[in-house]
């Protein structure tokens, strides 16, 4: 499967910028942001950019999280809206104390990581392929040069949204990940206690790990960062499952917070 397992950055091109110079500054190639986001004919004259483009601009640090550069005009809550999140799991990840105050050039962490395109690809079967919307995926994408909602082309890397709740973002698995017995689970959560609970299931409603809990290092209002293993109890039944992970209520045990994460067997 072609996610890509390598940091992006998602950037707004600026007056005076050059592919050459965005590519220093970000560790990055000419000739990889040009394959990243098409900038070929016919969408564009080869390497052409225009101030306000958006980029995705691919590297080789090992994360397929990836960071969005605040630009002139962005605020948490647009920022939000872009990747179907929430302006305090934004501010809490990054370490953010007034969300109304961010700043030009500030790198941000956001529910995001990027898939490049293979032939016989649509919108509709990578939605299905992640569990994403196709409006969530177009909206993520918005205002890039190569991206359009009734062609897409291959080696382009498409951003996805990663599913969160208002107070838990799961960073690993991603979605689509092929997993086994022993795969780490982590990610950020704002909990009763710090105490995130998980399970993984199969699409055959068998569950593979029953629920177990974890502990954040820091509770709520705090977003605590959590790790954790999922062994199997039992094997799974089916090809795909998904990853549940959530909080418990204090006062009558319902499950809060449920983020489900698609995974592969």
């Known amino acids: 499967m072609p996610t890509i397992h390598t940091k992006g950055f998602i950037y707004t091109v600026r007056p005076g910028d050059t592919l050459y110079s965005i590519a220093v500054k970000y560790g990055s190639t000419v000739a990889g942001i040009e394959r990243a986001n098409h900038l070929f004919p016919p969408v564009t004259d080869r390497g052409l950019i225009f101030s306000g483009d958006v980029l995705l ?3 080789t640090t090992p994360t397929p999280l990836m960071t969005h550069i605040v630009t002139t005009g962005d605020t948490l809550t ?60 177009e909206t993520a994408n918005a205002g890039r040069p190569g991206f359009q909602r009734d062609v897409i082309w291959q080696d382009y890397h498409l951003i996805i949204p990663i599913p969160t709740s208002r107070n838990i973002f799961v960073t690993k698995p991603i979605p689509g990940t092929s997993i086994n017995s ?31 809990f974890t502990t954040a290092n820091e509770g709520a209002p705090a977003y605590g960062f959590f790790t954790a293993t999922l062994p199997f109890d039992r094997q799974p039944t089916s090809d795909t499952g998904e990853l549940w992970v959530y909080s418990r209520s204090a006062k009558d045990g319902s499950i809060q917070d449920l983020v489900k994460i698609k995974v592969d067997f």
């Open 57 to 59: 601009i691919p590297t």
């Open 78 to 137: 647009a920022i939000a809206q872009t990747f179907e999140t929430h302006v305090d799991l934004l501010a809490g990840i990054n370490n953010i104390e007034n969300p109304g105050l961010i700043f030009v050039d500030q790198p941000l962490l956001v529910p995001a990581f990027s898939y490049k395109i293979v032939s016989g690809d649509t919108l509709y079967s990578i939605s299905r392929l992640y569990s994403v919307s196709v409006s969530d995926i």
């Open 182 to 212: 022993g795969q780490q689970v982590e990610g950020y959560a704002r909990v009763f206690e710090a105490t995130v609970n998980y399970q993984l299931r199969d699409n055959n409603g068998v569950i593979v790990t029953n629920e177990r």
